[in-house]
């Protein structure tokens, strides 16, 4: 079992930036994905980036080249730098770590981008 744990929300202005973490309880070297989805209201909850076991990213075409995923092993953290945030990036962000064969959610944390 293990537990994610986000951080990192808060309330920003358009264009701001925010960097969320996602901290693991147990090792992610492991994790087959690491990745970060969001859910605004009365929305599905959806991909914002995810990072492979071998390095690889995969981003939502509404935040590349804005949003960037990184993870580090021996912190067991995953992080997503969020740069020029826009109203529409209001939400809350979930981390989803994929950890031999298992799925695990965090208690996700609030985003929210004044205009």
């Known amino acids: 079992q293990v537990q994610l744990v986000e951080s990192g929300g808060g309330l920003v202005q358009a264009g701001g930036s925010l960097t969320l973490s996602c901290a693991a309880s147990g090792s992610i070297s492991s994790a087959n994905v690491m990745g970060w989805y969001r859910q605004a209201p009365g929305k599905q909850r959806e991909l914002v980036a995810k990072?492979?076991?071998?390095?690889?990213?995969n981003y939502a075409d509404s935040v590349k080249g804005r949003f960037t995923i990184s993870r580090d092993n021996a912190k067991n953290t995953v992080y997503l730098q969020m740069n020029s945030l826009k109203p529409e990036d209001t939400a809350v962000y979930y981390c989803?770590?994929?950890?031999?064969?298992?799925?695990?959610w965090g208690q996700g944390t609030q985003v929210t981008v004044s205009s």
């Open positions: 990072i492979i076991s071998g390095g690889s990213t």
């Open positions: 989803l770590g994929v950890i031999t064969g298992y799925s695990y």
